[in-house]
């Protein structure tokens, strides 16, 4: 058990949340990645200087593609269709494989491209700025559906499955169920291995696979009881399996859902009941399914932010367009201060959500081996900043930003997703904090155990173990700075900059003045909420912001410093370092801002806020409102949901009986529909 979950005062759910994130990440790796150092105030110039870059050769390539792509989605793609059909036609498939857009980061060997994780972003950017919708099915397909089998396949399983992903077939992720969301390692989806050894015997309830009804494979994720071979106990891990829809007893029993936004994708629910699935279909090893799922989220956030990224840029420059030609008051509107302010602020956005994404697809296609926290926040980061950026851009084109025609409304729709899949964002912010400072807290914890007062001790053992402590060297050549940091001010130097262009030194050294900062005030958190820091998710958001914002801006610092080096000019560049400097002083000010907050706040009040309303609304009658499905509390006591109105999907056999959301239910009725 470590440290972090052996703190006193904590609660035993919190606790568990703790040690099952910590089964569920594995061990330490070696070195630290770029976010995690910023936590212990160093800044990894090696990780982040040159501006990572795809070989020459690779780029050709990838502009070849971009190019014919580019083509396609001008003047064939059906976005606006797509949209108002709620569904993507065959004939775009077929399209989509023809181009090699499928299978891009599959091997040669095995039918794909081969091309690497940047040059795939780069498509799915470009996607994005043409359909939402075909962006998300693209990015399930290849960054989750069938990542898996690149990353941990046999060779065997890689022959069989890829060239059919690669050439014809669609493929989907089976994580989330009815009561698996957030808590991804909550499965209850379940396979055990037959008597014979032959087959894992499959069975369980997924929801919400995107394309899972158009899927030729499906990776799933299932608990499989497992004895540990360190205690020799048994206990439940989770194993990702490869199934093909073809097995007996896969039942694909809703299709889709009618949503808000990208409405061309659709999002399954499948039924397992006693799946045979053969052995040879294990992914990676039994009871590492969670690693697996992690590992493929790693590349599922990065095209995520592809999208946003394309769709933000295409908002940005249509409402920019449209603020220079809609008159008002006699001039356009973009010679009003106000309407400057939301243009400057778009286009400092979007420049920093290009910077940030490829720097953490270099540090993929690196195989850099500490990058979740850095694809965690580059998935928030993109997510949040896309998101209001698209809304600025709604609010410049005025009445006509909300009509269909004009397609900023459909944009604005289909982001607003990205915020909470593929790891809401409200989570990833307490994963960044959390993981990004657990070892500095971890050891900070072992010098207060080491030299603190423990009440639970006598005074005699007190002082029998702080004295012989305060004369170990290694203790205290760690403990004397943190104590002089935290009690009397004196803070460690600032971290240099050493590798920028000579004109880019002030923001270089604004930045080290950040990351001192930034370092500081976890230590400070950590000494001011103490072990109530765990449940502190207000002040942790803080400083994970502060993180995610550190690093956004040492993204924009290097990539600025590359194209100064090669001499970038024209309006194109002259608008990035305008942007540049914009996003700098933006992202200082939110920094400097949650500082502040840190200490000066209303948290105190919004807890007892929230607990009254909690109260409030507790007394509200359940049949008045919505109520998960799969509530532990209040299942099938909701108000029944209406379908009547809303688009029904051709072969779906999912009945709500009670209309509250109630388990699915398999109806004879509606499968002849
Ligand atoms: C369009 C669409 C496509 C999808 N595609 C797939 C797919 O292909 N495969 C797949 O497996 N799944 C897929 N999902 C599921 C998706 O990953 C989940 O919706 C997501 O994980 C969030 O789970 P949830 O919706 O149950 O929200 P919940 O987990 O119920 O969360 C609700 C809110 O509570 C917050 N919250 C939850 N836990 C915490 C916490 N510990 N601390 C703070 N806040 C918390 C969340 O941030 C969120 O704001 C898809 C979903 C949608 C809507």
């Given at each position: ?342 243009i400057a602020k778009m286009a400092a956005l979007t420049y920093g959500m290009r910077a940030l994404l490829y720097m953490t697809t270099g540090m993929l296609d690196r195989h850099d081996p500490d990058i979740m926290l850095e694809t965690a926040a580059t998935k928030v980061f993109c997510s949040q900043m896309g998101w209001e950026v698209i809304d600025e851009a709604l609010q410049i084109m005025g009445g006509e930003g909300y009509m269909t025609e004009n397609e900023m409304e459909r944009v604005w729709r289909d ?207 359940n049949q008045d409102y919505y109520i998960h499905e799969a509530s532990p509390v209040a299942k099938g006591t909701g108000k029944p949901v209406q379908k009547e109105h809303i688009k029904q999907f051709p072969g779906d056999r999912y009945v709500t009986t009670g209309g509250d959301g109630a388990p699915a239910e398999s109806s004879p009725a509606r499968s002849k529909a």
């Amino acid at each position: 058990m470590s440290l972090l979950s052996r703190l006193k005062g904590i609660s035993a759910e919190d606790r568990r949340m703790i040690e099952e994130i910590e089964a569920m990440l594995g061990p330490e790796p070696e070195e630290m990645g770029f976010i995690k150092n910023l936590f212990w105030g160093r800044f990894r110039e090696d990780l982040v200087f040159p501006y990572p870059e795809a070989s020459r050769e690779e780029r050709e390539k990838c502009d070849a593609l971009l190019a014919r792509l580019e083509d396609y989605l001008k003047n064939e793609h059906p976005s606006i269709l797509i949209d108002q059909e709620q569904y993507i036609p065959d004939w775009v498939f077929e399209r989509l494989f023809e181009l090699g857009v499928m299978g891009l980061t599959i091997p040669e060997e095995y039918g794909g491209l081969g091309l690497g994780v940047t040059s795939y972003n780069r498509v799915l950017e470009l996607i994005g700025r043409y359909c939402a919708s075909t962006a998300v099915v693209v990015s399930a397909h290849q960054s989750i559906g069938c990542k898996a089998i690149m990353l941990f396949g046999t060779e065997e399983q890689k022959r069989k499955y890829l060239p059919i992903v690669a050439r014809e077939k669609l493929a989907a992720f089976c994580l989330s169920e009815p009561n698996v969301g957030s808590d991804a390692a909550g499965q209850q989806t379940r396979c055990e291995l037959s008597e014979d050894g032959k087959y894992y015997i499959l069975n369980g309830e997924k929801k919400w696979s995107t394309s899972g009804a158009l899927a030729g494979v499906l990776t799933v994720m299932a608990k499989q009881r497992l004895k540990n071979p360190k205690t020799g106990k048994e206990e439940d891990r989770v194993t990702a399996l490869i199934v093909t829809p073809d097995m007996e007893g896969v039942d694909v029993f809703e299709k889709n859902r009618s949503k808000a936004g990208i409405r061309g994708t659709w999002q399954a629910r499948i039924r397992f009941t006693n799946v045979k699935v053969p052995r040879e279909n294990l992914l990676h090893k039994e009871g590492k399914g969670l690693n697996v799922a992690l590992s493929c989220l790693n590349y599922g956030r990065c095209t995520l932010s592809a999208g946003v990224l394309g769709g933000a840029t295409w908002a940005m420059e249509q409402s920019t367009k449209w603020a220079q030609t809609r008159y008002q008051f006699g001039r356009p509107i973009a010679d009003f201060e106000a309407i400057q302010q939301k243009i400057a602020k778009m286009a400092a956005l979007t420049y920093g959500m290009r910077a940030l994404l490829y720097m953490t697809t270099g540090m993929l296609d690196r195989h850099d081996p500490d990058i979740m926290l850095e694809t965690a926040a580059t998935k928030v980061f993109c997510s949040q900043m896309g998101w209001e950026v698209i809304d600025e851009a709604l609010q410049i084109m005025g009445g006509e930003g909300y009509m269909t025609e004009n397609e900023m409304e459909r944009v604005w729709r289909d982001h607003r997703i990205h915020r909470i899949v593929e790891g809401a964002n409200e989570v990833m912010q307490s994963y960044i904090f959390g993981y990004g400072g657990k070892q500095l807290a971890e050891q900070m914890l072992a010098i207060k155990q080491a030299l603190g007062w423990d009440r639970d001790q006598s005074p005699i053992e007190n002082l029998q173990r702080i004295v012989r402590n305060a004369f170990n060297p290694a203790l205290l050549r760690r403990a004397v700075p943190l104590a002089a940091e935290l009690f009397l001010g004196i803070r460690p130097e600032a971290p240099r900059i050493r590798r920028v262009h000579p004109s880019l030194r002030p923001w270089a050294d604004r930045l080290a003045r950040l990351v001192q900062q930034h370092t500081h005030y976890f230590k400070l958190l950590s000494k001011w909420e103490g072990d109530a820091i765990v449940a502190r998710q207000a002040q942790q958001a803080r400083l994970a912001d502060n993180a995610m914002y550190l690093f956004a801006l040492s993204a924009a610092l290097s990539d600025m410093d590359r194209q100064l080096r090669q001499g970038a000019s024209g309006v194109a560049f002259e608008k990035d370092r305008a942007a540049f400097e914009h996003l700098f002083d933006l992202l200082e000010i939110r920094i400097q801002q949650n500082l502040g907050l840190l200490r000066r706040n209303g948290d105190a009040s919004m807890r007892r806020a929230a607990q009254a309303t909690l109260r409030y609304v507790d007394a509200l009658p359940n049949q008045d409102y919505y109520i998960h499905e799969a509530s532990p509390v209040a299942k099938g006591t909701g108000k029944p949901v209406q379908k009547e109105h809303i688009k029904q999907f051709p072969g779906d056999r999912y009945v709500t009986t009670g209309g509250d959301g109630a388990p699915a239910e398999s109806s004879p009725a509606r499968s002849k529909a």
